[in-house]
């Protein structure tokens, strides 16, 4: 399925966009190959950036939260990737506990759980919610906008098996990033336990994903002939930062000069007219904290204590001190005057839709994962199934192809990520 943007972008493909679609066969037969030899993240999502002459990941999420953001015709396929999904894991489907994070305020949040239990539901699975809260003694019902309800129990634990009073699953499924740490009722289970344990931010590392998106990059590049550099963005990174005491400034201004210089290098070659730039971030977390635009070495030795304290600390207040300085890909994409970018969802190994994250105060070269930020369901034209002679998978502007081919690139990373665990 090869599903066509109908949004304002309906310009014409660029260069590598097409390439990448005159490539498809090669390129489905050769992520097939990968999926045998790699088992996919049980789910993910990556948000991307097309500049026109550059299309790349910018960050891959093993624990999405935006299920419930997604195009609602394209539900059938995040149902039928779900089963596929669980099967591989417990063909018997006995049932699935799902954790998630402890938001219990951010209504927005639990409508994503919500969807994800829609979405398991209808997959044919028995599955119900448990919650870390401590405060959460009793089934507890959430009521959400548009009149759902939520209901989260609290977790049992009988020797190494976890589950819910009268419900034992064959499936633990986190949708909690750990950012904090792994609490100990989740250690040691003799379930399936997915996304990993080491998959959460207290051990995981956007270097050590990028590292590995080099590797599949590089591969790829070879395969269809482009320069690696049109779908990687260079990075660098700096350990042992304290951006309170102003340790380790150096080294960080010293990796922005050598990134910058790289991009200059690349800019120079494909004759692009932009300035370049990088963005400095926190090298483990998400929610869009600890992040900064820079296009200068001087910005880093140059930071006031505002600037300071917001970059030193990211979510459950864990401190920052390893950063990343990954190359800065502007974004031409926009929505009614508002700069976006294109997030993908993925279930296994396939692609089940996305989103447009909008700002309408942020530029083309600043961090879109911040207060302020909605979101824009990607909208399709019918979907063409192929093979079909009267629908050809270039007949059409198709965006959407390329950027499920670079997406699920970040997903093969992550893969090879939690391999190398």
Known sequence: MVPHLTTALTGQLLDLERRLLNSMPTIEHWLRTQWLDHAAPFYASVDLRNSGFKLAPVDTNLFPGGFNNLNPDFLPLCVQAMQSAVEKICPEARGVLLIPESHTRNLFYLQNVAQ????????????????????????????????????????????????LDGFDPCVVLLNNDLSGGVPDILKGLEQAVFPPLSAGWHTRRKSRHFSAYDRVANEFAQLIGI??????????????????????????????????NMIRVKYAEYGVKNDPFVIVKADAGTYGMGIMTVKDASEITGLNR????????????????????????????????????????????????????????????????????????????????????????????????????????????????????
């Open 227 to 260: 320069d690696p550099w049109l779908i990687d963005p260079y990075f660098a990174v700096c350990n042992k930062v304290n951006f309170h005491e102003r340790v380790g400034e150096e080294c960080l201004a010293a990796h922005v000069d050598d990134v910058l």
């Open 306 to 421: 505002k600037q300071r304290n917001k970059m030193a600390v990211v979510k459950e207040g864990m401190e920052v001190s390893d950063v990343l300085v990954q190359e800065g890909v502007y974004t031409f994409e926009h929505i009614n005057d508002a700069v976006a970018e294109p997030v993908v969802y993925m279930v296994d190994h396939y692609v089940v839709g996305g989103f447009y994250r909008v700002h309408t105060e942020r530029g083309i070269d600043e961090n879109l994962n911040a207060p302020g930020m909605f979101f824009e369901p990607l909208a399709f034209e019918a979907c063409c199934t192929l093979p079909n002679p009267d629908c050809e998978p270039d007949d059409t502007p198709n965006r959407f192809y390329a950027y499920g081919v670079v997406a699920r690139l970040a997903l093969l990373a992550a893969s090879l990520e939690i391999e190398d665990r």
């Open 116 to 163: 994800i239990v829609k979405i398991l539901k209808q997959a044919g699975m028995r599955v119900r919610v448990g919650s870390l809260l401590p405060e959460i003694t009793a089934a507890t019902a959430f009521q959400l906008p548009g009149g759902n309800a939520l209901t989260l129990e609290p977790l049992v634990r009988r020797g190494n098996r976890l589950g």
